[in-house]
């Protein structure tokens, strides 16, 4: 240990330098471009989700979209490009309960209601919850209620979702914030805390913001911002391998 003034100083260490390897995606004379995926999106959506598969699933895999509804995501994604399981509640197939063994999946595909509003009366843009999930009337796989009876939700599919994956297997996830009994739910961070607890990995988020104003409302004095976005989580299935996500090749 060294002194100077009085103060001891310590030594100078040689610290690792950065080497690039063979892996890395900047090349020597390659072309610039910026074609790049991004964080935000504000073309819906369909014009969102492609990106996504760019980014973190490789053509050819085997995908499970077991919230599929209309296809909405699917719109703009070329056909054929990966072996498509579209599914859904409407036709018989709970995301909490798929007709997959384990492991047979390499991504799955979750969008299920944002919003709990009993009776209907509510978030009227949204299909209420209960007309697919009727826990707080029939106690159908769940007791919860409101925000609650949405995370079970996400809960148990994710639970499905891991048993279905392959090893790092990937999980998309849409998801929106909400304001609750006047209270501010930030359902995106529950979901990552929550999955983190299950065994995934959070690796990305992307943000879908609305071109059109949310709708008019008849409150007397706004208490919280009103949600114009909406999210896709990006997850991964950790597993006995490197700790580090790798792009699909």
């Known amino acids: 240990m060294q002194t100077r003034l009085g103060l001891k100083v310590a030594p100078k260490v040689e610290t690792e330098r950065f080497l690039p390897s063979s892996n890395d995606r900047k090349v020597k004379n390659g072309t610039s471009t910026n074609n790049l995926v991004f964080s ?15 980014l973190y699933v490789k053509p050819g895999s085997v995908v499970a979209d077991v919230t599929y509804g209309k ?31 384990d492991g047979e999946i390499d991504c799955v595909v979750l969008d ?24 707080n009337s029939s106690g159908n796989q769940t007791g919860s209620k409101y925000h609650e009876a949405v995370l079970e939700l996400y809960r148990d599919a994710g639970c499905e979702a891991w048993r279905v994956l392959s090893e790092r297997g990937v999980l998309i996830v849409k998801c929106q914030d909400e304001v609750c009994s006047n209270r501010q739910r930030f359902t995106h961070v529950e979901i990552m805390q929550m999955y ?19 709708g008019v409302s008849r409150a007397i004095r706004q208490v919280h911002a009103r949600k114009n976005h909406s999210y896709f989580l990006v997850f991964w299935k950790r597993g006995s391998g490197k700790g580090l996500w790798e792009p699909p090749s």
Not at 40 to 54: E, K, R, S, V
């Open 40 to 54: 935000a999106y504000t073309n819906g959506n369909d014009g969102t989700f492609p990106h996504i598969l760019d």
């Open 196 to 214: 983190d607890d299950l065994g995934f990995v959070a690796e990305d988020l992307f943000v879908v913001v609305r071109n059109n104003r949310p």
């Open 112 to 135: 299920p209601p944002y919003m709990h509003s009993p009776g209907g009366t509510a978030h009227k843009s949204h299909t209420p919850f209960e007309r697919h999930y009727r826990n």
């Open 71 to 101: 296809g909405v995501f699917w719109r703009n994604v070329p056909a054929g490009r990966y072996e498509l399981r579209a599914t859904d509640i409407q036709g018989g197939v709970d995301c909490r309960s798929l007709p997959y063994v």
